[in-house]
T-cell receptor, first 114, second 112 residues
Framework: QKEVEQNSGPLSVPEGAIASLNCTYS??????FFWYRQYSGKSPELIMF????GDKEDGRFTAQLNKASQYVSLLIRDSQPSDSATYLC??????????????FGAGTRLAVHP | ETGVTQSPTHLIKTRGQQVTLRCSSQ?????VSWYQQALGQGPQFIFQ???????GRGNFPPRFSGLQFPNYSSELNVNALELDDSALYLC???????????FGEGSRLTVL
């Protein structure tokens, strides 16, 4: 079992729709969860982080965390073609408290079509 | 832009050679971590430097080594290059260990 699992996609959504990206993780002690966006040929960019169960909203983005189910999701409302990218879910394992070791999933490719 | 700069952006080496990659961290960021991203995969943690010392390491062999300088810039050195070392090498700077990383644009290494 991979430590962080994501559906590779592509997830294709029409412009203006809600895109829902999902991620599961295996380390039950993980405390911090991140979503990074990576455009083709570019480096990852942090877009959201969440530490507590529930929802966290930032503009068009909402991160959702359910620690009991070991599940993290990212919702993108009013999707735009500029949102087309690979979205990487990352988890900070419990044992990495002293340093920035993140476990990344392989990413979900999102394609927003006009 | 994150303010993290890496050089070189692209390079080609042959198996067995050595390579040095460089990173300048964002102003005010005292922690630098390095990640390797193979094609189609997520980044994998190599190691982290804080106060010029390595304070965390992933599952990479000793031929991957690094340095951090007093101005917080950093180097990643890889000896005895193997074909599987071909990847995008990402430097990320941060303040503390929150996991909020600011990545540079990466150095793409091809080993032939």
């Amino acid at each position: 079992q991979k430590e962080v699992e994501q559906n590779s996609g592509p997830l294709s959504v029409p412009e203006g729709a809600i895109a829902s990206l999902n991620c599961t993780y295996s380390d039950r002690g993980s405390q911090s969860f991140f979503w990074y966006r990576q455009y083709s040929g570019k480096s990852p960019e942090l877009i959201m982080f969440i530490y507590s169960n529930g929802d966290k909203e930032d503009g068009r983005f909402t991160a959702q965390l359910n620690k009991a189910s070991q599940y993290v999701s990212l919702l993108i409302r009013d999707s735009q073609p500029s949102d087309s990218a690979t979205y990487l879910c990352a988890v900070k394992p419990m044992f990495s408290g002293g340093y920035n070791k993140l476990i990344f999933g392989a990413g979900t490719r999102l394609a927003v079509h006009p | 832009e994150t303010g993290v700069t890496q050089s070189p952006t692209h390079l080609i080496k042959t198996r067995g050679q050595q390579v040095t990659l460089r990173c300048s961290s964002q102003s005010g960021h005292n922690t630098v971590s390095w990640y390797q991203q193979a094609l189609g995969q997520g980044p994998q943690f190599i190691f982290q430097y804080y106060r010029e010392e390595e304070n965390g390491r992933g599952n990479f062999p000793p031929r991957f080594s690094g340095l951090q300088f007093p101005n917080y810039s950093s180097e990643l050195n890889v000896n005895a290059l193997e074909l599987d070392d071909s990847a995008l090498y990402l430097c990320a700077s941060s303040v503390g260990n929150t996991g909020e990383l600011f990545f540079g644009e990466g150095s793409r290494l091809t080993v032939l």
